[in-house]
Each structure stands twice: as C-alpha cells, then as structure tokens.
C-alpha cells in the first residue's frame, strides 16, 4: 500500500498527517474516493514521517495515535490503497510552495485534483494558503477542492481530543471520535509470569516504537483476532504495584483461550476501562479483584456483542 512519490497514474490528492484517521478524516477518505471514482484518478493521501514537530521542535515529545504501520492498515480498511510517506527532513520543509507543489505535486504525484483544507499552509515557513494553491492550481493544471471550516474543525481538534481522552483513560469518548477502537500493536514477549502464579496468565505487548501514546495506566476490556478469532480479555497497563514493579508494561489477560504467543505480532483493541491500577495488600487481594474484573468485563462484553 505504502507507495514511492513517483506515481504512474494521475491522482486525487490531499495531504495531512492523518493522526487517529478518526470521523473528520473518514469524511476527506470517501471524497477522495468519491472523486477518483467520478474522474479516474487514483485516490491518495501524502502524509509525512517522522511527524514534522519531531523535526522541527526538537523539544516536541508528541505520542501519536497510531504508528505508521497501524495508520496503514486503518486507511486500507475504509478504502484508501493508496499513501504516499514523504521523509520529513529540514531540507524538505525549506522547499518553497512553488518548488513543493511543481516537484512533488505535480510531476511525481501527478495530482489533477487536490482536496485541502481552507486553513491549509505550505511551503517555507508555511507561507502559502489555499488561494496560492488554487492559483497554482490554474498554473499547473489541476484543481482544488476547499474542506468546509465545518469539516476541518472535526479534523483538526479531534486528533488533539483524542490523545487528551486516551490520557486520562476516557476510552468511550476517544473510540467515538476514532469511530473504531483505539488499538495497541506489538510483539508478545516474555514477562516474568506473574499473572501464571495467581491463575491470570498474561500476554506481554511489547510496542517498539516509542512515539505510540499509550493510554492512562488502568485496566481494560479488550478483544483481539488471533488466527482469525475474535478473543476477548482484559488488559493492564501499569507497573503491577502489588508486586513492587517499576517499568510500565502492557499485559494482556485473554479468556478461554491458551495457546502460545510468544513472538507473535497482535493487535489489541481497546473496548473500555475497568478502574485504576492499585497496589493490594496482598497478592490474595489482587486475585480477588482480578476475579471481579474478570466478571466486569464478561458482562461489558455480553452487552456490547447483544
């Protein structure tokens, strides 16, 4: 899916990191599609990687919603085939508008379409609007599509609500923005087994790249598919106090379901949050809560699948 600069057909194009691919995005993706349909262009995205705060404010810790892999994934599944990733670089954000939309516009996209927002700024030091675009518009031969503000303020403020719900454990309200679950993908590793002593054997997530926001600490019901099953459980992120832990880890608890997982890749969908990670008195106390959280999620579950 992931594909080079150089394009082969023309395209319809818009541009934009993209964070979360949430219900503001989803309604840019079905006009592209729209409009490749109508017009026989091929319907992309041009995002950019690393995010451009990551280079352009060395302080910036931005954690994003979804890795490049996850974002890729989530755009194939509402359709679009086609993302072109640009390297974000200093060099390339010192392009000027004109050398921005004659390079890589025009003669490598071979964009005849392009969809943008009406706050939409390019080129050096952003120095260029949407009336510049439109005027290259006519320059180059391709036209340009202006989001409503209406549109652009889903886009623009659901991303940031997003990352600001998932940090304070509002799962509910960062999955209604997203229109799907917000999910966590890794690699099952080794834990030290804590979870196997006390009859809750855990799933070990580990997720490589260090730009993916992870949610409040707490615990959540999840579902994940694993050899295509739908397999429900529930997930704690969080040190394992109890134990006297000091490194987050993300641990999955799967029901009725055993089988070995050890370096496998999954994707974890999160569903809602139970509680808090605590610190018990005792590790007996921990069981009987994990019982209760057990029985939480079941009844989550059943309401949810109804």
Request: glycine content about 6%.
């Amino acid at each position: 899916m992931k594909s080079s600069l150089a394009q082969e057909r023309n395209t319809v194009i818009t541009i934009g990191t993209f964070d979360g691919v949430h219900i503001g995005h989803q309604k840019i993706i079905q006009r592209l599609i729209e409009v490749g349909k109508a017009k026989y262009l091929t319907p992309t995205i041009l995002t950019f990687f690393p995010h451009p705060r990551m280079i352009l404010q060395k302080d910036s810790n931005i954690k994003l919603i979804n890795t490049l892999e996850e974002k890729e994934s989530i755009l194939k599944h509402f359709g679009l085939e086609n993302l072109v990733v640009e390297k974000f670089t200093k060099a390339f954000s010192r392009l000027t508008a004109q050398e921005f939309v004659e390079t890589i516009l025009v003669k490598q996209l071979k964009a005849k379409h392009v969809i943008i927002g009406y706050d939409h700024h390019f080129g050096r030091n952003r120095s260029a609007n949407i009336e510049d675009l439109k005027a290259f518009g006519l320059q180059y031969r391709f036209e340009v599509e202006e989001i409503t503000a209406q549109d652009i303020n889903d886009v623009s403020v659901s991303s940031t609500k997003i990352r600001t719900a998932l940090l304070d454990g509002d799962i509910k309200t960062a999955n209604s923005y997203l229109g799907y679950p917000f999910i966590i993908s890794g690699t099952v590793e080794k834990g030290k087994g804590l979870g196997r002593t006390i009859g809750f054997p855990t799933a070990n997530i580990a997720v490589s790249q260090n730009y993916k926001l992870i949610p409040k600490q707490g615990v959540y019901v999840v579902k994940s598919e694993i050899d295509n099953k739908t397999i429900y459980g529930m997930m704690n992120i969080g040190t394992n106090p109890t134990f006297n832990g000091i490194v987050e880890t993300t641990e999955v608890n799967f029901f009725n379901f055993d089988a070995d997982l050890y370096n496998k890749k999954i994707t974890i969908e999160l569903l809602d949050r139970l509680r808090d990670e605590e610190k018990f008195q005792s590790v007996s106390d921990l069981k009987q809560q994990l019982i209760k959280d057990k029985n939480n999620a079941l009844q989550f579950i059943n309401n949810d699948a109804k």
